[in-house]
């Protein structure tokens, strides 16, 4: 174990530090604190795990989410919010330093305080054999849970249903699945909450190794809510896994889904469909990202990875024809019924895992928008877009790091980035949305 500083950060959030002349990276740290940490293994670059914080860097001066020590959910909860984006800025001016004139910087979009539409919770405990947890886990602790009954990113429904939900199941002695020994019952919580209507869906996962009681439904409508609750499922897990999926899914209460309004448009979101979780900041984010594209108006569209179809409804005021590629079968089942109920007649969802489904296309767009997962476009699937040889591409990523990957690909096959930016889908996190756009054949000087 040694005590170092660290010196300066990299996306996402990994700290640097110098030991005996060899870098040493550390998982979310911040520039200027002094820890101890464990050395994982000596190579150029070294690994660490924190042991703890001895100072905390002077960066920080924000009073911390009480739940700050412990929950591994935010990292940013003690710098203040300008001085997040400026320290993100930086990280992600070193990751795009290639593309200096044309990165564009950290866009803030809406607040960074209540804005999650969706959140995952956890069923466990703090510590081994302790009493039932609903929550998060802790940071750097795979097996312990701490509750955060003040979670700042979600809104008071989302902390109402958390702590409710929590105090009911103690109550009636149920116990949570061990993710050691494969017993017990209770898995995760899962709330979505439509921002512009109010409507909230509630998702709860369990082992089938017991049963839920009849009177849960009407604990969770006698809640005192600002919005309501539209929607009650039980999914059965019975995986080893610690993800939130589902073997056998139930509706216990209400209709298959809420309702989400983004730019007068209608989006049926059930537990499984794909939507960004900022909804406010979603709105600024698609509509920066198509007008970068300048006029479309006579121009086909394809959208991968297209989710329940946002974009491709933003996409239909402004292109001639649109077509959405999404393998999800639940999301295109609602992006079809948004489409129809939205009244759009220029956007054709395709259901299936995108390589495969332009492998079978005898026909190209003039642009494609990709909006792909954490681990971006996998190579094989990138080379196939690549070959239709559009007049621009639009790429929406969750991660810089499998953009800046990506980025080396496109302009291989002759794409040029023409403005890279970020904006803070994410705040109090270190994670980021980025749009870049990409047109074939251009210099940048």
């Known amino acids: 174990m040694i005590d170092i500083k660290i010196e300066e950060a990299l996306f996402p959030a990994i700290g640097i530090g110098v030991h005996e002349d060899k870098k040493v990276r550390v998982k979310n740290a911040i520039e200027g604190e002094i820890v101890r ?32 020590e412990y929950c591994g959910g935010c990292l940013y909860q003690t710098l203040s919010y300008e001085r997040e984006l400026t320290y993100k800025e930086k990280q992600m001016k070193k990751l795009f330093s290639k593309y200096k004139d044309i990165y564009k910087g950290v ?19 703090m510590e081994m054999d302790g009493p039932l947890t609903l929550g998060l886990h802790v940071r750097g602790h795979f097996h312990s849970i701490v509750e955060v009954s ?3 990113i979600c809104d008071g429904d989302f902390r109402e249903i958390l702590t409710g939900v929590s105090k009911y199941f103690k109550d009636k002695g149920k116990v949570h699945y061990n993710r050691r020994t494969h017993k017990g019952f209770l898995r995760h919580l899962v709330i979505r909450k439509a921002h512009t209507t109010g409507e909230i869906l509630v998702n709860l996962s369990t082992s089938s190794q017991d049963k839920l009681d009849d009177d849960l439904v009407d604990f969770l409508l006698e809640l005192e809510l600002e ?52 909804s406010l900041g979603a709105i600024e984010l698609y509509e920066k990202a198509i007008e970068t594209l300048g006029d479309i ?13 946002t974009i491709a409804s ?28 939205n009244g759009i007649n220029n956007v054709n969802f395709l259901q299936g895992d995108v390589f495969e489904v332009l492998d079978s296309l005898d026909y190209g767009p003039e642009i494609i928008v990709v909006d792909p997962p954490r681990e971006g476009v996998v190579e094989k699937s990138l080379r196939k877009i690549l070959n239709f040889s559009p007049e621009k591409f639009l790429y929406i990523s969750c991660n810089p790091l499998t953009l800046a990957r990506d980025l080396e690909i496109f302009e291989e096959s002759g794409y040029k980035p023409l403005s890279i930016e970020s904006f803070d889908m994410f705040p109090r996190t270190p994670n980021l949305e980025t749009v870049v756009l990409l047109e074939k054949g251009v210099e940048i000087n």
């Open 150 to 152: 003040e979670c700042r």
């Open 37 to 68: 940490v464990r050395l994982k293994r000596k190579r150029k670059k070294v690994d660490a795990q924190r042991i703890v914080t001895l100072e905390r860097s002077p960066l920080e001066t924000e009073a911390p989410c009480p739940h700050q």
């Open 227 to 278: 919005g309501k609750i539209k929607s009650v499922y039980h999914s059965i897990n019975d995986g080893l896994g610690d993800t939130v999926t589902s073997d056998n899914q139930t509706i216990l209460y209400g209709r298959a889904y809420i309702n989400e309004i983004i730019e007068g448009f209608k989006f049926k979101v059930s537990p499984s469909s794909f939507f960004q979780t900022n």
């Open 297 to 309: 108006s006579s121009k086909t569209v394809f959208d991968l990875y297209s989710g329940t179809g």
């Open 314 to 341: 933003l996409l239909s005021k402004k292109a001639e024809k649109v077509y959405a590629v999404e393998i999800v079968e639940d999301a295109v089942t609602r992006g079809r019924e948004a489409l129809k109920e």
């Open 107 to 125: 866009r803030p979009v809406g607040s960074p305080d209540g804005y999650r539409n969706k959140m995952e919770f956890t069923f466990g405990n």
